[in-house]
Antibody, heavy 122, light 107 residues
Framework: QLQLQESGPGLVKPSETLSLTCTVS??????????WGWIRQPPGKGLEWIGS???????YYNPSLKSRVTISVDSSKNQFSLKLRSVTAADTAVYYC??????????????WGQGTLVTVSS | DIQMTQSPSSLSASVGDRVTITCRAS??????LNWYQQKPGKAPKLLIF???SLQSGVPSRFSGSGSGTDFTLTINSLQPEDSATYYC?????????FGQGTKVEIK
């Protein structure tokens, strides 16, 4: 079945760039009907959608983060990636990647990766 | 952004109870509402999409209803493994937003 796995540094210094990759197995990121998304969850808090990408390169971002975020896809590696620039302690969170199903009756996320904790600290 | 408000924030119920969680949107979102279950240290899991469609593999004791601004997640005959935090999410208008969560504990 489809599985997603996040990877990347667990510690990032303030003002630097957070970079994460999501590797997809058991399916292709190039399926036309799917987007691929990033969602984060600060410790002890709720969920925040960061953005999503289609294999064609079409992206849409949360306006609250848009100026600092880039999501890209590498179909040859069956991966998609997140870059978040100029991070602060407020960006400390568990970052999840997920398949974003875009259907007639809305968008939902299924399945999710296990998540990776990224701490912003000097 | 569309604000999603869940109530209650937490609840405690006994095995076998019927549990209801409410999610209210700050504007009408038709049926563009999804529900997730998250257990401690785990990723969220999709339970319900499009307000009332049960995701494959999810036990039938879970059900969703509502449209417009008011939605409900119902757990019939609560089981010990249902102890978790539940989130609603709207996809009527980007950015997709989540409720703050409802923590369900077993008495």
């Amino acid at each position: 079945q489809l599985q997603l796995q996040e990877s990347g540094p667990g510690l990032v210094k303030p003002s630097e760039t957070l970079s994460l990759t999501c590797t997809v197995s058991g399916g292709s990121v190039s399926r036309n009907s799917y987007y691929w998304g990033w969602i984060r969850q600060p410790p002890g808090k709720g969920l925040e959608w960061i953005g999503s990408i289609h294999y064609s390169g079409n992206t849409y971002y949360n306006p609250s983060l848009k100026s600092r975020v880039t999501i890209s896809v590498d179909s040859s590696k069956n991966q998609f990636s997140l870059k978040l620039r100029s991070v602060t302690a407020a960006d400390t969170a568990v970052y999840y990647c997920a398949r974003n199903i875009a259907a007639t009756y809305g968008d939902w996320f299924d399945p999710w990766g296990q998540g990776t904790l990224v701490t912003v600290s000097s | 952004d569309i604000q999603m408000t869940q109530s209650p924030s937490s609840l405690s119920a006994s095995v076998g109870d019927r549990v209801t969680i409410t999610c209210r949107a700050s504007q009408s979102i038709s049926s563009y509402l999804n529900w997730y279950q998250q257990k401690p240290g785990k990723a969220p899991k999709l339970l319900i999409f499009a307000a009332s469609s049960l995701q494959s593999g999810v036990p039938s004791r879970f059900s969703g209803s509502g449209s417009g601004t008011d939605f409900t997640l119902t757990i019939n005959s609560l089981q010990p493994e249902d102890s978790a935090t539940y989130y609603c999410q709207q996809s009527y208008s980007s950015p997709w937003t989540f409720g703050q969560g409802t923590k369900v504990e077993i008495k």
